[in-house]
């Protein structure tokens, strides 16, 4: 049975661990910021944004979560293929939304490393590798290709090449890091939930064992009492026949 257990945690795989609401919770914050930060850039700060580009991309991913509240349910456990492509859309449309805003030019590109790091809680290592490996060629992309911020009066808002490559390595170092950190500290949990889950069976198995002796000595015990008054009788009997009968006999020997 403790085998059994064990086996069934493993098989679940990691992204059995997180529900679907928990992802759709989480891209909804995004939506949210991502829209609140493109009315302010454009109606506060006056940068020339293309609102009509943008705006697919973001209603992009209210579709998609439209959609998962509506075909899943709420309670939906998250198989590692849904997780994968979960987390690469989410990728590709935080890229494409840094594409039409600056790209790395834009302070929000640090948020490439959140789909990331939920990877590296929920998927497998193989798995998390691809969805970090995407991020890294989404963020390469970035650093050579994107639509240039521009002010009001056209000004374009670019970095310095060497602060450019800068951002650009710290991203990169810093996805790796997470990824690989996350991903080592859940691991380490696992193990300890499984030890927990393991002494937990064993302590239950020895318990039941325990009872079981308990029930058995009890019984032996309810039984030993008659027989003992049967033997006392029975010898008592025995002598007062004088060994005469041999079933009297039989009964004192046993």
């Known amino acids: 049975m403790l085998g059994t257990d064990l086996e069934i945690n493993q098989d679940g795989g990691r992204s059995n661990w997180v529900r679907l609401r928990t992802l759709v919770v989480l891209r909804w914050f995004a939506v949210l910021g991502q829209s609140l930060a493109i009315l302010v850039a454009s109606h506060v700060y006056g940068l020339q944004i ?11 991913s209210i579709l998609v979560n439209v959609l998962s509240v509506v075909l ?8 590692d293929t849904a997780a994968i492509l979960t987390l690469i859309f989410d990728v590709v449309q935080l890229g494409a939304l840094l594409y039409l805003t ?5 302070p929000f590109a640090l948020l490439l490393l959140a789909p990331v790091t939920i990877s590296a809680t929920v998927l497998p290592l193989r798995a998390m590798m691809g969805v970090a490996f995407l991020a890294m060629v989404v963020i390469s992309a970035l650093s050579l290709f994107s639509h ?9 808002l670019a970095l310095p090449e060497m602060l450019q490559f800068g951002i650009w390595a710290s991203l990169i170092i ?25 002494t937990q069976l064993a302590l239950g198995r020895e318990q039941k064992l325990t009872d079981l002796g308990g029930v058995v000595a009890a019984a032996a015990h309810e039984l030993g009492t008659p027989l003992a008054t049967i033997k006392l009788v029975s010898a008592e009997l025995s002598e007062e026949l004088s060994g005469h009968d041999e079933d009297f006999g039989l009964l004192t020997s046993n």
């Open 174 to 198: 810093g996805l790796a890091f997470n990824a690989f950190y996350a991903h080592q500290v859940t691991g380490e949990i696992n193990d300890m939930s499984e030890a927990l889950l393991a």
């Open 72 to 79: 899943y349910p709420q309670t939906q456990r998250l198989s």
């Open 50 to 60: 293309d609102l009509s580009a943008t705006s697919i991309v973001i209603l992009s």
């Open 102 to 106: 600056g790209g790395l030019s834009n």
């Open 148 to 156: 240039p911020l521009m002010t009001a009066d056209g000004t374009v």
